[in-house]
T-cell receptor, first 114, second 117 residues
Framework: GQNIDQPTEMTATEGAIVQINCTYQ??????LFWYQQHAGEAPTFLSY????GLEEKGRFSSFLSRSKGYSYLLLKELQMKDSASYLC???????????????FGRGTSLIVHP | GAVVSQHPSWVICKSGTSVKIECRSL??????MFWYRQFPKQSLMLMAT?????????EQGVEKDKFLINHASLTLSTLTVTSAHPEDSSFYIC?????????????FGPGTRLTVL
């Protein structure tokens, strides 16, 4: 199975940049997702990385290094509405029951203050 | 993007009763749906994979006789929590894959908050 580790909580200031790290261990890496989840709501898709490098999408960027088992989500020009939990999820092709099903980390609670 | 709905959004029930939660894909057909459970400040834990027209695949440790899953059509899956107990109180979320979008994305429903008294 996968071991997915990300910080429990982070705080940042409105307008700043924050980087949320995720490390994982998997025997058959097959893609990494980042989701945003506001309290009491379902997760919403942010990004998907399967090759090394940086994927940029507006204020959000996601980076992947497969050799290091490492990813980060970069949020620029932080806004108050970015306060949410950010979930890292990893897909493993050796997973029993479905190689396309990701396993989720515990999530990082980001608090943006004025 | 594709839309997934859940009903009800919240439910309170007495211990020992059964609760049914519906998950619908509104603008696409989903041959596969997933049911997750999330406790406060915890991660999403996959309970089972629901396949249209066949039996669900349950994750290790999930009681299939307690959490009944039915996926009778390409747009509807139901999760029934039978003989619910307070420890079943949780946030239940379904998701679906739209195969036309490829295998890279799941679309999540808004979740159902279950409270068992």
């Amino acid at each position: 199975g996968q071991n997915i580790d990300q910080p429990t909580e982070m705080t940042a200031t409105e307008g700043a940049i924050v980087q949320i790290n995720c490390t994982y261990q998997t025997s058959g890496f097959n893609g990494l997702f980042w989701y945003q989840q506001h309290a009491g709501e379902a997760p919403t898709f942010l990004s998907y990385n399967v090759l090394d490098g940086l994927e940029e999408k507006g204020r959000f960027s996601s980076f992947l290094s497969r050799s290091k088992g490492y990813s980060y989500l970069l949020l620029k020009e932080l806004q108050m509405k970015d306060s949410a939990s950010y979930l890292c999820a990893v897909r493993d092709r050796t997973r029993r029951g479905g190689s396309y099903i990701p396993t989720f980390g515990r999530g990082t609670s980001l608090i943006v203050h004025p | 993007g594709a839309v997934v709905s859940q009903h009800p959004s919240w439910v309170i029930c007495k211990s020992g009763t059964s609760v049914k939660i519906e998950c619908r894909s509104l603008d696409f057909q989903a041959t596969t749906m997933f049911w997750y459970r999330q406790f406060p400040k915890q991660s999403l834990m996959l309970m089972a994979t629901s396949n249209e027209g066949s039996k669900a695949t349950y994750e290790q440790g999930v009681e299939k006789d307690k959490f009944l899953i039915n996926h009778a059509s390409l747009t509807l899956s139901t999760l029934t929590v039978t003989s619910a107990h307070p420890e079943d109180s949780s946030f239940y979320i379904c998701s679906a894959r739209d195969t036309e979008w490829g295998a890279n994305e799941q679309f999540f429903g808004p979740g159902t908050r279950l409270t068992v008294l």
